[in-house]
């Protein structure tokens, strides 16, 4: 049962199309002008396009998947406009679809082909941990993040790689290494993305383990029911968040 | 399925992260949902905070209030419903030898 099977398509493409809107980019509209404009366009298109296929019912990485023929796209984008902001750009988005439509091994290998100092990294490690916890494979993952963390220098960008190395700890079920590279995360970059996140993840480390107490919560229903959590002892409860969007 | 744990004492509580409470409350009838939809129209930052819920995310909560099973996505019963049937028969059984 499913009772919001659409809602992670839409995930899906608001990350595509916080990516196509990413803040830092906003300089390099300017300096780069059409190239990064047009790409953004097929970006926010191509996300559009998936929401659709998915919220009429489409499975991931079925055959008729759009993701894969947009991640091809990108891909060759990318390939012929090395170096510039945009090609990182469609780079992110490429295999960022071809992970959402679970082409997990190409997103590996595709990956694998990118120098250490491509400014796409600090998307692509995301994608690339959500795959190698897919394939079960989260070591390959911290082995590549440990790789690159010794090349890079872009204190964002490395931000990013040591929140994604600490997920796959996570997934790993290795919380302390975990916490060790979240900290990390906050401490490379401590205003970015990914060290709020960190931040996110170590307070859930901390008290939402399994086993620890759930948090006391006092709160009212859209039918002006309040539901306090002290009045739930003695019961099972399954709080579901979610949203219709 | 749903009916048959909460007959046999499971509380379901769902928290929207939506903005627009027209939206919700119309998919809650299209939908028939018939459990507690806490929202205070502003995204529930709050409890999204308090529980870390960014995105579709469930915790099953014991009698005692203790967290005993996380899961992100979106509400599949079958990942949850071997700790759901668990706690229910466990604690059931405690409560006759009470």
Known sequence: ?245 | MLNEYSSAGLVLISISLDEDLGALRHMVAVKGITWPQICDGKGSIELVRLFNAQTPTQYVLDRDGRIRSKHVGSLGLDKIKGTISGLLSESNQDRVRE
């Open chain 1, 1 to 245: 049962m499913t009772i919001q099977s659409h809602c992670f398509a839409v995930v899906v493409s608001m990350a595509v199309i916080a990516l196509a809107r990413a803040p830092g980019q906003q300089s390099e509209v300017r300096a780069e002008g059409v190239d990064l404009k047009q790409i953004r366009e097929v970006i926010e298109q191509a996300a559009d396009e998936l929401n659709s296929f998915r919220v009429s019912g489409g499975k991931a990485g079925a055959a008729t998947d759009p993701a894969r023929k947009s991640a091809d796209y990108l891909w060759r984008y990318r390939e012929q406009h090395v170096g510039t902001p945009a090609a990182a750009l469609a780079t992110r988005a490429a295999i960022h679809f071809l992970q959402v439509a679970n082409e997990d091994g190409q997103v590996m290998s595709l990956a694998e082909r990118l120098p250490s100092d491509d400014p796409a990294w600090d998307g692509v490690i995301s994608d690339m941990r959500a795959s190698a916890r897919k394939m079960g494979d989260s070591e390959r993952l911290v082995r590549k993040a440990k790789f690159l963390l010794r090349e890079v220098k872009d204190s964002r960008v490395r931000a990013s790689i040591q929140l994604h190395m600490a997920r796959s700890y996570l997934d790993l079920n290795q919380p302390a290494e975990a916490e060790r590279a979240f900290r990390a995360a906050q401490r490379e970059a401590p205003n970015s993305n990914a060290a709020k996140e960190a931040e996110g993840f170590l307070y859930e480390l901390t008290n939402l383990a399994v086993g620890q107490s759930a948090p006391q919560f006092e709160s009212r229903t859209i039918d002006g029911a309040l539901i306090r959590s002290a009045d739930l002892k003695g019961k099972v409860v399954l709080l579901n968040f979610w949203a219709t969007w």
